[in-house]
């Protein structure tokens, strides 16, 4: 997972941001043909005709496809078009292959603009494990590529405050919402909670809220409601500067979407979206559907936001290396989808 980074003009200001360029996109600053949701439902309704979608370098939309005259469909509906080898159901068999064969220590996911099952391996999997895993995978060809790295993928233990169980394990808020009953509540990562009717407080020792229900495994996503009435509760993310940014929607994050997480020990980070849709294997218990980016984080920033904008993301599960460490194959961070979170929980952004 080779990443770089370059720099783009912003609203007149210079602004560094992370592109991903193993994943085979770099960050998009121009705007695309069509827009990034119209790109989305182009490929749903190709079906297996198409492998993906993406954002390319210079802000299109591309939209993966097994033939020229599906190519020609999608330029009539003014996307570009790429013609790749493997399909969405060849991408999907590599994809069961490497779950069935993998071992903690383990990230993949279908690289999209290379047209690929990419698998990351961290320094946990033995030389043993990797060497089992290409032989179990090599009949698939260039239809997937293993890398590995000398960091570990680990759980990373208004949105983005530090938040504490009573074991005084720090987390980080995600969002604000309510439940179904019009109760105040937040969400953030599962692997933080534990079991239990956990309480939970804030770096002063004031309590916030009681733990509802939390999941580890498939998903990574728990709902805590506030118990004390005297907390402020904004519906934004402390950007760490001073300001608050609004939280007004939820939404689904795009290969390529240049994006913002918060935590209360790195604080705002920038990065850019390199896979979706990714699985991991940490301490044996495996998590699907996730979000990553190569946006850095660190133990402590674990449930906090990541968003575009106004738009709601993900929580922070996961994560590999420090923001002391280049961009690179060592560095990356994984999130549960906010969309999910909200279904399953029952909850609303406001």
């Known amino acids: 997972m080779v990443l770089s980074s370059r720099s783009t003009r912003v609203g007149g200001a210079l602004i560094a941001t992370a592109a991903v360029v193993a994943f085979g996109v770099e960050a998009a600053h121009a705007a695309p043909v069509v827009s990034p949701e119209t790109a989305v439902a182009i490929g749903e309704r190709l079906g297996e005709r198409s492998a993906g979608v993406y954002q390319n370098e210079s802000g299109a939309m591309v939209v993966t496809v097994d033939s020229e005259a599906s190519a020609r469909q999608v330029r009539a509906w003014g996307a570009a078009p790429k013609v790749v080898a493997h399909t969405a159901d060849e991408l999907a068999e590599v994809k069961n292959a490497v779950r069935a064969a993998a ?4 990230l993949w996911a279908v690289d999209v603009p290379n047209n690929q099952v990419l698998v990351s391996l961290d320094s946990t999997v ?3 494990a990797e060497a089992r895993l290409r032989e179990r995978i090599k009949a698939y060809g260039d239809a997937v590529r293993v890398e590995r790295s000398s960091n570990e993928l680990r759980l990373a233990a208004a949105g983005g405050d530090a938040i504490f169980t ?3 394990s720090r987390c980080s808020l995600g969002f604000n919402v309510r439940l179904s009953d019009g109760q105040a509540a937040f969400l953030t990562a599962g692997h933080c909670t534990g079991s239990g009717k956990a309480l939970w407080g804030d770096a002063n020792g004031t309590l916030l809220g009681v733990r509802l229900n939390s999941v580890y495994g498939p998903d990574d996503w728990a709902v805590v409601q506030y118990a004390n009435n005297n907390v402020a509760r ?3 993310v402390n950007m ?3 300001t608050l940014r609004d939280i007004a929607n939820a939404g689904d994050a795009w290969v390529g979407q240049v994006v913002t997480r918060v935590g209360s020990t790195t604080g705002k980070r920038q990065g ?7 699985e991991m ?4 218990v495996l998590v699907d559907n996730l979000v990553v980016t190569n946006a850095c984080a660190e133990p402590g920033d674990s449930g906090g936001p990541l968003f575009a904008g106004n738009t ?6 996961g994560l590999k290396g420090t923001c002391s460490d280049p961009i690179g194959p060592g560095r990356y961070t994984v999130y549960q989808p906010v969309k999910e979170a909200l279904a399953k929980t029952g909850t609303t952004i406001y």
Request: hydrophobic residues 40%; aromatic residues 0%; positive net charge.
């Open 103 to 106: 071992v903690s220590g383990m």
């Open 126 to 128: 033995t030389p043993a």
């Open 166 to 168: 009573v074991r005084n």
């Open 234 to 236: 904004p519906g934004s």
């Open 240 to 242: 760490k500067d001073g």
């Open 272 to 278: 850019t979206v390199a896979v979706v849709d990714a």
């Open 281 to 284: 294997k940490v301490g044996g």
């Open 312 to 317: 709601a993301l993900g929580l922070l599960s």
